[in-house]
């Protein structure tokens, strides 16, 4: 046993911090949901609700922010509504920086994977394709 896993069993937790019955509930819910975790995490679902989440309440703060900064006139408002339409324009412009820096490169970056796999498997098949007829012709009789 590992000093680690003494640890571990020492105070019946993992790294999460949960204890051994809250790990195996976790461990058979997986199981049980294995291929829409399996689609959360390869699919990053998790950064698409984020960046879907974060667009849609930047533009309410930031219009919320326009509407209160337009019609206020006393100064305790006056900031914030400042604030307000401050904050909202940079969290669905951030969105929108993510979207071209992190999520279209990386979407062009599956595609290009995706043909160079397409690629590389094409020219495995005819390699493989004339080893197999070579190693059948080894066993055809010859003339002599």
């Given at each position: ?16 911090g ?47 922010g ?61 390699a ?17």
């Amino acid at each position: 046993m590992t000093e680690g896993s003494e640890a571990e069993g020492a105070h019946g937790q993992d790294v999460f911090g949960l204890g051994e019955s809250e790990r195996q509930a976790v461990l058979v819910w997986v199981g049980q949901n294995l291929t829409q975790v399996r689609r959360s995490v390869y699919e990053q679902r998790l950064l698409y609700w984020s960046l879907g989440t974060g667009l849609v309440v930047g533009l309410a703060v930031h219009v919320a922010g326009y509407v209160l900064r337009s019609s206020v006139t006393t100064e305790p408002l006056m900031l914030v509504a400042d604030l307000l339409y401050a904050l909202g324009y940079a969290l669905w412009t951030g969105v929108v920086v993510v979207m071209f820096v992190q999520v279209f490169p990386e979407a062009k970056r599956r595609q290009f994977k995706q043909a160079l796999d397409a690629y590389e498997a094409s020219q495995r098949d005819p390699a493989r394709a004339d080893s197999d007829q070579a190693a059948g012709d080894d066993d055809a009789p010859t003339a002599r």
